[in-house]
């Protein structure tokens, strides 16, 4: 099995930034990919950002140029970097893990509020 913890979030203002973590423990070696997602008040959870195994990235139209995916192996700790934070980027940020070709998990999330 795989845990997600992510940790980072909090009170930004409008144009700050922040870098969210997610750190994975347990079959590390068994995971696939690593998907960002984000939920607001009363709104679905949408796709962010994920990497791939192979170091491959994508990113949803509404934060590419802005986020920025990364991970650090060593670590086992995936990465969001968070500029030009936008006060409709506040949202609970989850990360989410495909693991062993079948499984998924995802961690319990952190909240980012983008205010003034």
């Known amino acids: 099995q795989v845990q997600l913890v992510e940790s980072g979030g909090g009170l930004v203002q409008p144009g700050g930034s922040l870098r969210l973590s997610c750190a994975a423990s347990g079959s590390i070696s068994s995971i696939n990919t690593i998907t960002w997602y984000r939920q607001a008040p009363g709104k679905e959870r949408d796709f962010i950002a994920h990497i791939t195994n192979s170091g491959s990235t994508n990113y949803a139209e509404s934060v590419r140029g802005r986020f920025t995916i990364s991970r650090d192996n060593a670590k086992n700790t995936v990465y969001l970097q968070m500029n030009s934070l936008k006060p409709e980027d506040t949202a609970v940020y989850y990360c989410?893990?495909?693991?062993?070709?079948?499984?998924?998990?995802w961690g319990q999330g952190t909240q980012v509020t983008v205010s003034s």
């Open positions: 989410y893990a495909y693991y062993g070709g079948t499984y998924t998990t």
